[in-house]
């Protein structure tokens, strides 16, 4: 069946990569490198689905998960499927939960790209095979449901959760802010914000909040 998709990439040689993968009866009807690029391409096209870079520069920092809450309750009939080169539980848990119906890894085939985007557009929800047991552990789902979501979780804001996740590893504040490209006070006033939500007291206590709940 014939699939209309936007591709979100910020890297060029993956757009153009992935657009010429991808079986004849896809029609690509945009691409766009950034968060901001992204939901202005979803909204003016209405694909049938989204093939989306976790790792996207722009927005609130939170990459996929700014273009999911952005287009939230804005766009009917579009799905998301994920594609990324992280296979980390983390990645695939949040983006899911925020809302894609699939996530695969950049190493998938274009014949199996292919085939995922048009099992998403059917309503499937579509894995890469060992990234399905992490949303089977993380929801208690059957058929790629969400079965509840994690209330305390959702409290937080996607630049929240993406450096609540980096503390929770152990990094510092300073290599949270270069990878996250913001300054080690921006960090510290996230954190701060982090553990009032969670009424958490330290970071070892956050660290431990999220190791409970399988998110690092």
């Known amino acids: 069946m014939s699939v209309t998709v936007v591709i979100v990439d910020d890297h060029d040689v993956i757009r153009v990569g992935v657009r010429e993968s991808l079986d004849p009866d896809i029609d690509v009807v945009g691409e766009a490198r950034d968060v901001e690029s992204a939901v202005a391409e979803v909204l003016e096209h209405r ?8 790792h996207l520069p722009g927005g609130q920092g939170g990459g996929a998960l700014d273009v999911l809450a952005d287009l939230k309750g804005r766009v009917e009939g579009t799905r998301v499927l994920a594609l990324s080169v992280s296979d980390a539980a983390e990645d695939v848990v949040s983006v899911i939960r925020a809302g894609a119906r699939g996530y695969v890894t950049k190493s998938i085939s274009g014949a199996e790209l292919s085939d995922a985007v048009r099992r998403v557009a059917s309503g499937d929800a579509v894995f890469s095979p060992r990234l399905a047991g992490f949303v089977l552990d993380a929801f208690g789902a059957a058929g790629g449901e969400v079965a509840s ?24 504040y300073r290599e949270v802010g270069e990878k996250l490209f913001i300054s080690i006070k921006t960090v510290e006033t996230h954190v701060g914000k982090v553990l009032h939500k969670l009424q ?6 956050l660290a431990h909040w999220a190791a409970q709940r399988r998110i690092v």
């Open 47 to 54: 694909p049938e689905v989204v093939i989306l870079d976790v």
């Open 149 to 172: 979501a994690d209330e305390d979780l959702d409290k937080l804001t996607a630049r929240e959760q993406e450096v609540m996740r980096l503390i929770a590893r152990g990094y510092t």
């Open 200 to 205: 958490l007291t330290n970071r070892h206590e």
